[in-house]
């Protein structure tokens, strides 16, 4: 399976350079071909990345996603069949729509042994409101279009220019991962793993809370079993009773009248008594069986909203909340979010929280919280701030007011 990869983003955006750290930390020893299309006659680019050992199909003639969208097809093919390659890198000129590059690759016709994998757009931190405002029908393009939105020089950029682009791809692109990070402090295979959609923090914590939930569901359902294994015995014996009973009577019948009589009426009482002892008995287990699912104001299963035989899916009880951010935070500020979490009535039962941010010298803070116990320590730089919340009937205005920055 050949992977396809767009690096798109406007021009002086930074795409060759994110190209060259992905070939060398994260592509060494696979076999990648870089497609190039410069707009204009020349590719100013190809010297630099044949120096790296990279095949290079440059079309130099036009715009892939205009009028060589016919050509472009022919020219994958043709790179497909020369290098069987591992990964085809494509970088689209910069003024180019990154929708357009996307169905020029789909209508390519290449077969199912190929795999358009990801899209990228390389987005200056400092210039994105000024592009917006001038250059919006291709820059916008490009962001709506990109699942991994990387925002470049953000080293130099002011946290407030971070912030503010942030805020205006969000504006166009509710679901793409923004990597606010400075590339040079992070590693290419990180880079690689967060653009072909690596498990996000949401759903890392997602899952441990479901995976806590499936236990207690089936714990839950083992409990039924063995009392509706009780029920069936119970309920067995009774026919063996019947039976018995039926035999036993029968027996009697040809014995004389006064002897059936006597024993009849001694075997009846002894039926009876044994039927209201297994009959209060048996109500006991049922009424300890229903205390058993009661659950207090506190319970976090759901089960008290729906009657306790009615399993739910995770889904219909956990809720999650949070957010990406590239605010700095201290290490004390973080203490104190996570001691505020213990107060469910503020902000809902919160069963896990996880966050890794940029703390204001340089280094990252990251966090882990379970109800009363929490962990803060240090950590390598992530591609943007994160903080996730699992729970159950979170409040999304507390949380708010208590993490954002």
Known sequence: ???????????????????????????????TVLIENEFGEIGIDGGFLKDAGIEIKEM????????????????????????????????????????????????????????????????????????????????????????TIILSRTDVASEEKVKQAVELIREHNEKATIITTPLAQLEGKEILATIEGAKDLEAELMEQVKAMHDEHEHHHHHDEEEDEHEHC??????????EHEHEHHHHHEEEEDEHEHCCHHH????????????????????????????????????????????????????????????ATYTTEEVEGFLKELDNEEKYGIVLRAKGMIPAADGTWIYF??????????????DVTGKICVIGSKLKEAELENLFRK
């Open 60 to 147: 130099n003639s036009g715009c892939i996603c205009c009028s060589l969208v016919g050509d472009f097809g022919t020219s994958l093919k043709e790179v497909l069949n020369t290098y069987h390659p591992d990964r085809i890198l494509i970088e689209p000129s910069g003024v180019g729509k990154l929708s357009d590059v996307m169905k020029a690759v789909q209508n390519a016709g290449l077969g199912t042994e190929v795999e358009l994998n990801s899209a990228v757009a390389v987005v200056d931190a400092s210039k994105c409101k000024m592009y917006i405002k001038n250059f919006g029908e291709f820059f916008i393009n490009q962001i709506e279009h990109a699942g």
């Open 267 to 326: 075997h009846d009482e002894e039926e009876d008594e044994h039927e209201h002892c297994c009959h209060h008995h048996h109500d006991e287990e049922e009424d300890e069986h229903e205390h058993h699912h009661e659950h207090d104001e506190n319970c976090t299963c759901g089960c008290h909203d729906h009657d306790h035989h009615h399993h739910h899916h995770a889904d219909e009880i956990f809720t999650s909340w949070g957010f990406e951010t590239p």
């Open 1 to 31: 399976m050949t992977k396809i990869d767009i690096v798109s983003g406007f021009l002086g955006a930074g795409k060759t350079t994110l190209i060259k750290k992905l070939l060398k930390e994260a592509l060494a020893g696979t076999q």
């Open 233 to 242: 015995c119970h309920h067995h014996h009774d026919e063996e009773e019947d």
């Open 368 to 381: 882990d919280y379970v109800p009363e116990e929490s962990n803060v320590r240090a950590g390598k730089p």
